[in-house]
């Protein structure tokens, strides 16, 4: 016995029951009769590009805001917050935003989650934190770049950066920006690490 049938939500198929079928059928009687009745009043070419134009200029529209949004938020600029965290934050100003750090000595805490791990280090003189770096796992994006950009997209953003630093075995690449704040670790041509410094308060052993 064959059965017109309809997907479940589930994606299963089942039998079209007769009240569903009575009332798609009437749906589209009333629409055809609507239609033949009233071709010669209303201008239904006019109707439906309203109705099918709309949600499209609307969508256009929408899209096209958070594009400019999106260029706007990741234009280069000098960054002072990563990761909810700001320079000059003390010990406890971090602990009480992000908790119980997975470890912790005297110049630094470390947060560690099912996505990444974040090293913030103070200044042992002011006690205020002077970088915030996400060392390890899925990173949030920093002007515009993220982790797997690659180098090319990195300098095609951010120009040339203020010094790179070369690992002894050649493997590694830290990529300042002194300008923005920001810091890039690169292995295999990929960004791996991201994070920020304060260049205007650097610890005396870190200015060079």
């Not at 071709?39 to 099918?52: E, G, H, Q, S, V």
Request: aromatic content about 14%.
């Amino acid at each position: 016995m064959d059965f017109d049938t309809e997907w479940t939500p589930i994606g299963h198929l089942r039998p079209m029951n007769l009240g569903t079928g009575i009332f798609l059928s009437t749906l589209l009687l009333s629409i055809v009769l609507l239609v033949i009745f009233t071709r010669d009043k209303w201008n239904w070419k006019k109707i439906l590009l309203w109705t099918l134009g709309t949600p499209i200029v609307i969508g256009l529209l929408w899209g096209g805001g958070y594009w400019a949004y999106l260029k706007y938020q990741n234009r280069p600029r000098k960054i002072n917050e990563y990761w909810d965290i700001k320079f000059g934050m003390t010990r406890e100003d971090v602990k009480f935003i992000k908790g119980a750090p997975k470890y912790e000595d005297s110049e630094s805490l470390i947060y560690e989650t099912y996505s990444s791990t974040h090293e913030i280090l103070f200044s042992t003189s002011t006690k205020k934190a002077w970088l915030i770096f996400c060392t390890a796992g899925s990173c949030d994006d920093l002007l515009g770049i993220g982790t797997w950009d690659t180098t090319e997209k990195l300098e095609k953003k951010l120009g040339d950066p203020s010094k790179i630093v070369v690992s002894k075995d050649g493997f590694k690449r830290t990529y300042f920006y002194n300008d923005y704040n920001v810091i890039f670790e690169l292995r295999e041509n990929r960004v791996k690490e991201i994070g920020i410094r304060d260049v205007d308060n650097l610890p005396s052993k870190q200015k060079s």
